[in-house]
């Protein structure tokens, strides 16, 4: 977890090096969310907000600013990248999009050459960027972003308690005034809350099945990818699949070897093997390798979930910005979540309350090269994989779009209907 930086400029405190992430929850819930990343600051890009920026680690007490917000106002339209050297020994890239934070964007690197390859991949996804060519150190957009300041939104601070003890309070005031009356409306409302605790369960247990990877689970799964050999001991890799099981973090992986030289054969590629792989030879010339892979989920929280207007303008907007990197990048229509429902002691279906949350699963495809797929993690806050599969293409020239390895992704985003 990285901290922020305060750097002072003509006397305005720049934050550098906030975490911006697509902002596809509701967007009056976005303290509760910092609170949780134990964010110190927070930030919203954008007009509406459509990304949230969390910063760590900043104890000053009075105003201070985003550095790469202040670019966005300075910038409302088009692609700006630009890299600033706040200090001797940091080069630090800023980008926005249509004046919004990039969520790539926002870093600092320890020598130039990091920040230029930044600055490259930034321009596989937007290949008319504008580059911004600043003095040695980038004083003069420095001064520019401080000047901005004036007219712009500081950083929110997030505060730990008070609203939460406030609540506490009130509601022991509550159950002291009322606590007869509410002994009796329960003895009373008793099969009607047996009820919504049924459903309550039945709802958490339907979404156990379909857990949220996000951001991290999504960097877990690519790197089990990257690990795996392209060619090993003579053999070469065919192809790759893994596939989540229905119940708990638990996938299975298999992938196809092939054997190419005359030198290679089966005791070379078992002593080569990687621990854990699992290799059965169907053929003199064909391998089967399989293993397990744990991917840790997180249960959703369908408050926290996007709404069908927000996946609809940011995140398919944020879609639609690194798809020239893939062959195919497909939504397709939303499937309400079958949540099957409880039955009584008398096995008769128990009606559903009218504000259990109404949630929908739409399908996600994706294809690429596998070196593409950095691109899809930092918009992956509300997908639930299901399956991830390579192949192994030799012969291939690499393009934009082509690639010897070529990824398939199968998983479904999830949308908040109320």
Not at 15 to 30: A, E, K, N, T
Not at 142 to 169: E, F, I, K
Not at 171 to 186: E, I, S
Not at 207 to 216: K, S, T, V, W
Request: hydrophobic share 40%.
């Amino acid at each position: 977890m990285r901290k922020a930086r305060l750097v002072w400029v003509d006397q305005v405190p720049l934050v550098f090096g906030l975490d911006w992430v697509p902002l596809l929850g509701v967007p009056d819930r976005v303290r509760t969310q910092a609170r949780r990343e134990q964010a110190s600051h927070l930030a919203l890009s954008g007009n509406p907000p459509a990304a949230l920026g969390l910063a760590r680690g900043v104890s000053l007490r009075q105003s201070c600013w985003s550095a790469a917000d202040l670019l966005t106002r300075l910038h409302p339209r088009g692609t700006v990248a630009c890299v600033l050297t706040p200090d001797p020994r940091t080069w630090h890239v800023l980008a926005c999009h249509e004046g919004v934070v990039l969520a790539r964007a926002d870093r600092g690197y320890p020598d130039p050459d990091m920040a230029a390859k930044a600055i490259e991949a930034l321009l596989l996804a937007y290949p008319k960027m504008e580059v911004l060519q600043a003095d040695p150190g980038g004083g003069e957009i420095l001064q520019r972003l401080a000047r901005q300041s004036v007219v712009s939104t500081p950083l929110t601070r997030v505060r730990r308690h008070g609203p939460a003890l406030v609540g506490l309070l009130v509601t022991v005031v509550v159950m002291l005034g009322f606590g007869w009356n509410r002994y009796v409306g329960q003895a009373q409302a008793q099969p009607a809350q047996d009820g919504r605790r049924a459903w309550e369960q039945a709802l958490a247990l339907t979404l156990a099945r379909h857990p949220i990877h996000g951001e991290q689970g999504t960097r877990t799964l690519l790197q089990a990818l990257y690990r795996q050999p392209a060619r090993l001991a003579g053999w070469v890799l065919g192809n790759l699949s893994c596939q989540r099981n229905m119940d708990g973090p638990h996938w299975q992986c298999r992938s196809e070897y092939r054997r190419l030289g005359s030198q290679a054969d089966n005791r070379g590629l078992l002593r080569a093997a990687p621990a854990g792989w699992r290799v059965e030879f169907p053929s003199l010339d064909v391998a089967h390798a399989s293993w397990p892979l744990t991917l840790d989920g997180r249960a959703p929280d369908p408050l926290g979930l996007p709404t069908t207007r927000l996946l609809a303008r940011d995140w398919a907007s944020a879609l639609q910005a690194v798809l020239p990197a893939f062959t195919t990048l497909r939504v397709d229509s939303p499937r309400p979540l079958a949540i099957p429902a409880p039955r009584d002691a008398q096995g008769r279906p128990q009606p559903q309350p009218d504000d259990l949350p109404a949630l929908a699963l739409r399908p996600l495809r994706v294809e690429g090269p596998l070196r593409s797929a950095a691109l899809l993690a930092p918009l992956a806050q509300s997908v639930s994989w299901q399956k991830a599969s390579l192949s192994h293409a030799p012969g291939t020239r690499p393009a934009l779009r082509a690639s010897r390895l070529i990824l398939h992704l199968e998983g479904s985003v999830y949308e908040n209907r109320r």
